[in-house]
């Protein structure tokens, strides 16, 4: 069941990137499998067509039995406040062991932690704080000009026919 892209774990930022793939790049889905244990999501990702594998990504035995020992890209985007028996640093240390070769992107927090990432082995990571301030700052540049109608209607058409696995 090895695929070439591995989502660990599935929350908010997993939910809101399937959609976007499935919009812009519905070619990639036969390509990706995620990692969960609850059942509820697995079950709705299985009704959409997502390949799934029920596991604990802090477990070894579950990222080995899953394939990631040969997938091309893994992703972590679960914070570690989210995380349980590990953290997105012991996980790339843990997956780069399994694979040298995949490009690894993680999620990072705090700062201080993307070095760390880096050094484990991550070929990118993810600083969603950094993302969602900037979409707040052109928010408040908006206000300033008068322009919050614009930038919700924007948000608006964005959120049309969205149709996330966890809402």
């Known amino acids: 069941m090895a695929k070439r892209i591995y989502l660990l774990g599935f929350h908010w930022t997993a939910s809101s990137l399937l959609e976007e793939l499935s919009r812009a790049n519905s070619d990639l889905l036969k ?7 609850n059942p509820h999501v697995n079950q709705e990702l299985v009704c959409r067509g997502v390949s799934v594998v029920y596991g604990d990504v802090s477990q070894r035995s579950t990222l080995l039995h899953a394939g990631v020992g040969e997938a091309e890209i893994i992703v972590s985007s679960i914070p570690n406040a989210l995380l349980k028996g590990t953290t997105n640093l ?34 990118y990571v993810s600083v969603p704080r950094l993302i969602e301030a900037g979409v707040i700052r052109d928010v408040i540049l908006a206000a300033r000009e008068n322009r919050l109608e614009e930038k919700r209607a924007e948000l608006e058409r964005e959120l049309v026919d969205r149709k996330e696995a966890i809402a």
Do not use: C, M, T, W
């Not at 390509?31 to 244990?37: N, P, R, S, Y």
């Not at 694979?99 to 760390?116: G, T």
């Open 90 to 123: 012991r996980l790339v240390q843990e997956l780069r062991q399994i694979n040298s070769k995949a490009k690894i992107i993680a999620h990072a927090e705090l700062f201080e932690e993307i070095p760390k990432l880096y050094a484990a082995g991550a070929d």
């Open 31 to 37: 390509d990706l499998a995620v990692i969960d244990f």
